[in-house]
Structure formats: structure tokens, C-alpha cells
């Protein structure tokens, strides 16, 4: 559990560039922007680079007193990309990068090889299977090891890569976004909502699925599922097959999909591996009952402790799953301890509790090099 920091005075004023590749719907795109647009209004000096946009288009609203860098601006080759992005930390003074997702994190490293900027590259995922070929997971590793420190979400992710890069390193969970509120009321509607891409990683067979074998003793339930991506068609293509008919719903991509599901039966992350999933940790603050499978690397398990504030299953367990959903769906107790457990998650979570962790980690680099 993240600890709250309090009391702090941060002395030291940085000039901050952010890095990432596209500002889409997805969990790093947000965080990135909320830390952006915090740094910003706590008066530091912030850039946002994102390498593969012309111009800002983002799916999470970002800050005027952000400056945003659109590398792909006239320059499609990565290499040129790359050598833009170093000449503008160098004749902005930028004193700090912190560069998300793999790729970025290598373009990163190379743009502040030998120069007096600070890296620090942030780990999202898994890193078992982030990055393909040997090539680009030496450069992943090789951006870890130069570089003056590393955030990751777990600590399982803290200790995949080894000591050397461990003890200069920290482990930060995502910001929880401010608007979310812990729904108090008992009244639960037959709905089971899950959100995030319909992609490999996400493994939304497997939950569709289980629905199916869920849905033979508990016919008025429907699923509903947030979010879009490359595999949403073969999953209607699926629960047609499964004659699933209208209780499958397919909404898009919604930020404020907690507001309109405070009255889900329960929320369900059927994931193959995650890094610090933030839908989960929407759903848990908002008080929606959880179910999660205990996926790698290790992020449903810092957040959920079997049966006391959610319930795991092992990753592409369907019988499991369905057996998971069912008892809540069963037991308006156990839903209802589920709920109530996570109550103080928004506290715990706040997007000023994890700025300031971040800030504290950042801050103390850039002492270092002044």
C-alpha cells in the first residue's frame, strides 16, 4: 500500500520533460498527463514530448501551462526524432526525463547519452513481455542501467532487473484521477463491467467466456465492457457464436466510466499480465466489488488481498472466473466486505499523495547533479 507523505517542503525547482509515444485512452497516456499537469501547477517548469503525434491530440486533457512537444512534426524518421529530442533538452536546459513505455524509454536514453540530463525511465508493464527480440531488450536494459534511476509499479517489476538497478530505483502506484468518489450506497444492479483495450494482453476471451458459463444460473446479469482495440470485433464475432445476443454491451472508451457504474454487482480485470492496472483501481476506490486475475507482474496482488477486499484467480482460469463471479453475485455480504474494505483507496491514492512521491524521487536526482 502507498504511503502518504506529508509535511514535505520541495525546495528545488526543475525543468521536467515528460516522454511518451501517443497520448491515446490508455493507463500510462493518464498518468503521464496528471503528472504533467501537477508539475506544472506546482510550478515547475514542464514539457510533454510525445514522439508519434504532429500535434496535441489527447484523450486526457492537458494543462496550458504544459508545453507540448509533437516530435512526429516534420520528422518521421526515428532517428531524427531522436536527435530534435536531444537537441531541445540541451537548449532548454531540461535538467530531467522521464520517459514511459519501452520504446520511448530507448529513444529517451539515446537522446540523453552523455549529456547532463537526468533519465529516468519508468516501467509499465510487464517486462517478461513489453519488449520482443534480443536486440531491443538489450537496449531496455541497457536504458535501466545508465540511467540515474527508474520508477516502476510493482515490486516484483522493482526486482526483475536485478540489484544494481533495484537500489537506485523506486517503486511508485498510479495516481488515482480526483473525480473519483466511494459510492456508499448497498444497491447493486445485475451488471458486470470490465474495462481496457481489447487486446491480446487484456484477455477479454476469457472473461467473455466465463460470462457464458456464468450466465446458465444468473440470466439477468449483462456484461459490459469499456474500451476498444484491434481484437473487438472477434470478440463480438464471439459472443454471438455464444448467443450471448444483447447481454454483451460494447461502450468505447469512457474516462468517467466509474461515475455511471456505481451500481455494477462487480468489476472484472481477466488480464494476462498488467503492470499497476488503473480501471482496477477505479473500480475498487469507486466501491465496486473486484475480481482479478493474479497476473504478473504482481499488480492485482499489491492491491488486493484474496476474499478481504476483492477476490484473485489464476490468469486464464475460466471455470475459476465464472466460479469467482458467481460468488459474488451469490453473496451480498461478501459484496458488500468487498465493497467497504477499499473505502480509504482515494486517500491512500490521491493524485497529491503520488505526485508527491514522485516529486520527492525526482527531486532528490536532480539534487544529486546540481
Not at 547532463?116 to 531496455?140: A, C, M, W
Not at 456505481?262 to 473486484?290: K, Q
Request: charged share 25%.
Amino acid at each position: 500500500m502507498t504511503t502518504s507523505i506529508t509535511n514535505i517542503r520541495f525546495n528545488i525547482f526543475m525543468r521536467i520533460c515528460f516522454a511518451i509515444d501517443t497520448l491515446g485512452p490508455g493507463g500510462a497516456e493518464r498518468v503521464v498527463t496528471l503528472l504533467a499537469n501537477k508539475f506544472a501547477m506546482k510550478g515547475h517548469v514542464v514539457f510533454l514530448a510525445a514522439f508519434a503525434l504532429e500535434k496535441l491530440e489527447s484523450f486526457y486533457k492537458v494543462n496550458d501551462k504544459v508545453c507540448f512537444i509533437p516530435l512526429a512534426q516534420n520528422k518521421r524518421n526515428k532517428l531524427k526524432k531522436i536527435v530534435f529530442f536531444r537537441n531541445f533538452l540541451k537548449d532548454n536546459k531540461i535538467d530531467i526525463v522521464v520517459s514511459f513505455l519501452p520504446q520511448i524509454n530507448i529513444y529517451s536514453f539515446l537522446a540523453t547519452s552523455f549529456s547532463k540530463t537526468i533519465h529516468i525511465p519508468s516501467l509499465r508493464s510487464n517486462p517478461e513481455s513489453d519488449v520482443k527480440g534480443q536486440i531491443r531488450r538489450f537496449f531496455r536494459w541497457l536504458s535501466f542501467m545508465t540511467s540515474d534511476g527508474c520508477v516502476f509499479q510493482t515490486r516484483d517489476a522493482l526486482t526483475f532487473f536485478g540489484n544494481r538497478i533495484a537500489k537506485k530505483s523506486t517503486v511508485i502506484h498510479n495516481p488515482l484521477n480526483n473525480s473519483i468518489q466511494f459510492f456508499e450506497g448497498d444497491v447493486f444492479d445485475n451488471r458486470i463491467v470490465s474495462v481496457g483495450r481489447f487486446s491480446i494482453e487484456k484477455n477479454k476471451k476469457s472473461l467473455i467466456l466465463a460470462f457464458e458459463l456464468f450466465s446458465h444460473s444468473h440470466p439477468s446479469y449483462s456484461l459490459v465492457l469499456y474500451g476498444d482495440g484491434y481484437q473487438i470485433e472477434e470478440m463480438k464475432e464471439l459472443c454471438k457464436e455464444l448467443n450471448l445476443g444483447n447481454k454483451v454491451l460494447f461502450l468505447g472508451n469512457d474516462p468517467d466510466w466509474y461515475k455511471k457504474e456505481i451500481h455494477s454487482r462487480m468489476f472484472v480485470l481477466s488480464s494476462n499480465y498488467e503492470g499497476m492496472p488503473n480501471a482496477l483501481m477505479e473500480a475498487m476506490a469507486t466501491g465496486i466489488p473486484c475480481v482479478s486475475t493474479d497476473c504478473p507482474i504482481g499488480g492485482p496482488k499489491e492491491l488486493i488481498v484474496d476474499g478481504v477486499n476483492g477476490l484473485l484467480v489464476p490468469v486464464g482460469d475460466v471455470s475459476l472466473l465464472s466460479i469467482a463471479m458467481a460468488r459474488i453475485a451469490d453473496d451480498r455480504a461478501l459484496a458488500l466486505r468487498l465493497k467497504n474494505q477499499n473505502r480509504n483507496m482515494i486517500k491512500d491514492y490521491s493524485t497529491d499523495v503520488i505526485c508527491d512521491e514522485w516529486e520527492l524521487f525526482l527531486s532528490s536526482k536532480v539534487n544529486k547533479k546540481r
